[in-house]
């Protein structure tokens, strides 16, 4: 193995090379055994990337049908289909296992374990993702589910919706129900239990924290919707009568029942991209994290809040006021410990030296438009302008710039910061930026102008519209955006794939990052450390960096230098 | 003078492009200025933490800083706690202008001078409901919205025969007197819906087996345009909902004209079953 110049200077516990062909088992056989937590996860993030692209594709094509009034580029049959597979894949198939996916990788690694707690569960986890997918997505070549992501009865009941789309849709919200719940008690386990020793509560990694809290949302709010949505299919095939009013159900229980799993969702799905972004903003402001404590403690009140604010998504149906009031006064309470992890961030970078790298950019990005979607979050609590805002392009804009603008802006962030570590290679950083400008002004031009297009009357999920005001001109500026978002995605696309074979060698810690992932090889063995070092604060890194630069005698951002031999015996 | 107040009024017209619709009824117009109130309170928070972000991002930028290291601060408890405590005081303002406007948005106000003097209380009261809201003085126009795939039907008071049947009724388009309080039944006769006419105030969604209710009262004559915002099936897009406001004089001359027009209708219709019934095998026509 080639010994290769580092591509910027580091203190590092091991020898920089180019990363080593694979070594063990090989082929594709290997990857369909495999229990090793390293590919479980790079399965999990490239099929849910795979999802990612065919559900853009989805919304691109729903774009170009808005991108004129009265336009007849699809018919409202595959406007509706594309919308519900839209939503349900960006959900289902792509956030939520995207996080799992970093998570596999990620958790054993910065918690100095050597795989999950439960390999083979972990693999099932996975083939059971990977088979609602297909199940799901084979419905294109019959009738896809055409209801909505929230497939609200009686429209999804069977006199309404008699195609086996809406099946498929049952079956994949089961399927990966169980692969998430599965992924959540390993993740929780391995996080319990196998942590390196002196890692205590309060020296676990924000991202670890994260996905502590994501793995207990799940496990609460999942076995709800695989309730409501076996109801749903019993309903539908066996003659009960859970939904359907004209026989003593309620229309009404469906929404109760969706969104108590549905607003944890919210959490489930951001949650993760805090942690990202709480591990990777010290790394470049070369700043501890400001708040550890409160970023931790604020995670867990926003995910048990999460749990009290479900009706905020019926203010227009019958409830009662007292009701109404509750719920408003929870919103509002979920967004004190929101804006104290924003502030948090903020302060992180304060007085720090802040390099801009990809991932940064990404972070910062991330910061800028979750802040407009979290202030439009506060229109949407307010009820009475719930009622005027809601099922409209606001709403709209407002749930893709916490998702968008949220959650994939840190996944981004987290595939730039954690590509050295997956691949040994470093993704090009011209091509990153590139990226990043276009992922950021495509979200302001498209989801921006929404906000306008919902307050002037247009609802959400229509195919088609009356050019009445401005109408055509935003939803025009709001197409344009979309194909600018779509070709920066286009780029990290091309990015991955370039610097896969031909990326700058990273060596183990070319951040000079924080968490213990960084003290292994890029990729790591199969089995992560040979020894796991003793834990004695929330960076250990930097700790491990001071100790070998003590006894090298190398001054703190001295010039490259490799440990010698025996000062930390951690060999390949 | 004249030109703060200009700019002020450009203000407004700005505002007014990110604000909901408007103008129509008191209470759409009470949720749009809440709308206003909040906007400028949101604009400002808006305002602190991207500076304050874009701000960070630029001071404190490696390159301007060489040789600087950065300051190793783990946090900082008063300081803290004192954003936490602002960021609840922001909100619990929030709450009490909410609370304060409340009343005028839920509750349905008397009819005006020039209101409908046929508006009662009973009139074609549908269903008693104590959830239903009425004006101080017990009087409104209530008319029961029905929304089925994919049309809106109205049923105006007026039955002439027991169970609101024989009751005038408008499909898409419905009519109303100016300055008059009109109280709105929301029902679904098949899948969920949604009842939405943005410059008439809020949306309430039509559930099968529930009833829903929301008030207006248009001040001006004129058409005003909406529809259905609950994705209820393929034929969504195209749900429309009008309100046509008309002086109460040309409002009770259209009731009167709608009633007898489907008085007639059904007569016709009476009379053609009567005619299927004389003929022979008439016994299997069921429906004519």
Redesign the interface.
Known sequence: MATTTAPIPLVTTHDVQAPAPATGRRGWTSWVTTTDHKRIGIMYMVTTFVFFCLGGVEALLMRLQLGAPDNTLVT??VY?QLFTMHGTTMIFLFVVPMMAGLANYFVPLMIGARDMAFPRLNALSYWLLLAGGIVFYASIFWNPP???WTS?P??SSAS?SPSGGQDAWIYLIHLTGISSILGAINLYATIANMRARGMSWGRLPLFVWAILTYSVLIIFAMPVIAAAVTMLLTDRHFGTHFFD??TG????LWQHLFWFFGHPEVYIMILPGFGIVSEILPVF??????????IAAATVAIAFLGFLTWAHHMF???IP?AILVFV??SS??I??PT??K???W??T????????TTPLLFC?GF??LF??GG?SG??LA???????????YFLVAHLHFVLVGGSVMTIFAAIYYWFPKITGRMLSEGLGKLSFWLMFVGILATFLIQ??IG???M???????DN?GHLALYNQISTVGSFILALGVLVTIINVARSAKVGVVAGPDPWKANTLEWFTTSPPPVNNFDVVPQVRSVEPMKDIRREVERRSGVGASGSSAVVPAGATQVGV | MNRISAALGHLASTLAFFTPQSGGSPNANQIDSLFKITLVIALVIFALVEGGLVYALIKFRKRRRKGTVAAQIRGNTRLEVSWTVAAALILVGLAVVTFAKLSSIQNPSNSGPGGDTLASSDGGLLYASSERKLPPDGKSLNIKVIGRQFIWQYVYPGATEPDGLGAPYSYEEMVVPTNTTVTLDVVAADVVHEWWVPQLGGKVQAIPGYHNYTWFKALKPGVYRGQCSFICGRGHARMIATVKAVPPAQFDAWLAEQKKLISEANQQAKIARAKLGTQTGAGQVENP
């Open positions: 409202p049959t509706n055409e209801a909505g609200y009686p429209l309404f009013p004209g159900g309620s229309s009404l402001a070369r700043k501890p994290i400001f708040g550890y404590r409160a227009t149906t019958p006021e408003m006064l509002f309470l967004a004190v804006g104290v924003i502030l948090n903020i302060a970078l304060w007085r720090g030296t802040v390099e801009f910062a910061i800028a802040v407009i202030i506060i229109f307010i009820f009475p302008i719930d009622w005027q805002v809601k099922e409209t906000h306008v307050l002037d009357g609802p959400r999920r229509v195919y088609e519209y009445i």
